[in-house]
């Protein structure tokens, strides 16, 4: 039987032109980057999210000697991991103790922001030499709008590729469906290296199979309470009661959890330069000392907060992501940025999670600079008639 979203996805078809988005994500990325530098790691175990403690030494021998994941003794959690070491269980945000238990043999290497960022940029512009459409979506992943090519859609998605890995040496995954959500879920199909195109009809014996929580906007919470109704797949989501999921989400999310679960998604490539992120900065009067000289820092610290508070409430944004940038005497740049639960434009707030972001850098030089920044912005308007945007369900991408 058709159920009123499949009928509303066939209306869709009729009345509008089918769209093909890609959405790409890079291999990897933390790990690919470091591997670009450490050549000899590959095809090994290695661990991203350690601290300078744990940069390579070079010893008497000239051998390189990398720290061991078994040695690590400290609170802090793996950033990414190698294919090599995902094989032996170690993933994202698991605690690092816990990883050396599984994988004590891996490398761990620190994590070096400014390294990611540069090969962000790179491939972002090889990508725009081919299909200029682009919508940012983080430090590794994209969405094009391909619609307009001629082309056969696997042949440009590889020349894509194939200029990403000319420009940055890195590997990539390209998701091409009819629109976003499925662009992004289709894109880890076939992760590493993956180029992966859906079609709507694909939908059922792709889509359905696979646990709630792979569409963006089903996050941890949302997941946990289907699971608790039962529902454990798209498809089980697709076929569940509308009354069920209304009483349990309410209205605006379980219209769209059905919508989503039916592969439906109108949302455009959002390209134009809308503002990504807001932030502030001061240079010393002279370089400054982070213990000595803390009752001068912590004022102009908190200054700029406050007035990066200001800057949101005046253009209308809340942020879910604070950053830190700081520069040190010697011109070298640390950055540490933490993603809230809740996006803010209270000042309060954003001093509180700058803070926690300082204290994740070893002050041991004087400073010239400190700036504190706010990104992964929504209008403050759109978060107050979507509640879930503010948890960071809808667009919980990175
Ligand atoms: P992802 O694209 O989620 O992961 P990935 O690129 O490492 O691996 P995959 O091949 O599965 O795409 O994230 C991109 C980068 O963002 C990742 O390399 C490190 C960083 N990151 C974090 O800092 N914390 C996290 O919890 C995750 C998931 C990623
Ligand atoms: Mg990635
Ligand atoms: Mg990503």
Same mark, same amino acid.
């Not at 670009?36 to 050549?39: E, G, I, K, W």
């Not at 992966?196 to 939908?203: F, K, R, S």
């Given at each position: 039987?058709l159920?009123?979203y499949?009928i509303?996805y ?7 032109h089918?769209r ?13 980057v470091e591997l670009?530098?450490?050549?000899d790691?590959r095809?090994?175990?290695v661990?991203?999210g350690?601290g300078?403690?744990h940069?390579p ?9 990398y720290a061991?994941l ?12 190698t294919?090599?070491?995902?094989a032996l269980g ?10 050396a ?7 761990l290497l ?12 790179l491939?972002?512009?090889a990508?725009a030499?081919?299909?200029?459409l682009?919508?940012?979506r983080g430090?590794?992943?994209i ?5 307009e090519?001629?082309?056969?859609v ?5 020349r894509?590729?194939?200029a990403?890995?000319?420009a940055?040496?890195l590997?990539?995954?390209?998701g091409?469906?009819?629109n ?15 180029l ?8 059922a ?9 792979k569409v963006?906007g ?5 997941a946990?309470k289907?699971a ?7 498809g089980?989501v697709? %076929?569940?009661?509308?009354? +069920?999921?209304?009483?349990n989400?309410? &209205?605006t999310y379980?219209?769209w959890?059905? *919508? $989503? /679960?039916h592969?439906l998604?109108?949302r455009?490539v959002?390209t134009?330069?809308e ?13 400054l000392?982070?213990k ?9 610290f ?22 830190i940038k700081?520069?040190f ?5 640390a950055t540490?940025?933490?993603t ?12 509180q %999670?700058a803070g926690?972001? +300082? ?5 041991? &030089? ?6 504190? *920044? $706010? /990104? ?8 107050a008639?979507n509640p879930?945007?503010m948890?960071?369900?809808l667009?919980s991408?990175r």
């Open positions: 039987m159920s009123p499949r509303s066939i209306i869709d078809f009729m009345v509008s089918i093909r988005i890609a959405h790409l994500d890079m291999d990897a990325f933390y790990a690919s670009l530098r450490y050549p790691l095809g090994q175990a661990v991203i350690g300078s403690r940069t030494e070079v010893g008497e021998d000239g051998q390189r000697r061991k078994r040695d690590y003794v400290g609170r802090g959690v793996v950033t990414t991991s294919y090599e070491a995902r170690v993933f994202s945000a698991m605690g690092m103790m816990k990883a238990k599984l994988a004590p043999d891996a490398v620190p994590t070096d922001f400014e390294s990611y960022r540069h090969y962000s940029r491939f972002k512009a990508v030499s081919i299909a200029p682009i919508e940012d430090i590794d992943e969405y094009i709008d391909l619609t090519f001629n082309d056969d696997r042949v440009l998605a590889q894509i590729k194939d990403v890995r000319n940055t040496g590997s990539c995954s390209i091409i469906a009819p976003k959500l499925l662009a992004k879920i289709c894109s880890e199909l076939e992760k590493p290296n993956g992966t195109v859906i079609t709507e009809a694909d939908v014996p792709r889509i359905w199979p696979l646990r709630a929580s963006n089903i996050g941890p919470k949302a946990e289907l608790a109704l039962g529902i454990q797949t798209i089980d697709a %076929a569940a009661d509308p009354a +069920l999921l209304q009483d989400f309410g &209205r379980s219209e959890l059905m *919508r $989503a /679960s592969g998604d109108e455009p959002v134009s330069s503002t990504k992120s807001i932030s502030r900065e001061t240079t010393f009067e002279r370089d000392h982070a000595l000289d803390r009752g001068v820092l912590t004022p102009i908190t200054d700029l907060c406050v007035r990066l508070a200001g800057d949101l409430q005046r253009k209308g944004y809340v942020a879910r992501t604070i950053g700081l520069r005497a010697d011109f070298r740049i540490r940025d933490l809230l639960p809740e996006a803010t434009d209270d000042a309060a707030a954003i001093r %999670a926690e972001c +300082l204290r994740r850098i070893t002050l041991d &030089r004087r400073l010239r600079l400190l700036g504190v *920044r $706010a /990104s992964a912005l929504s209008r403050k308007e759109d978060v008639n879930s945007v948890q960071g369900e667009f991408e």
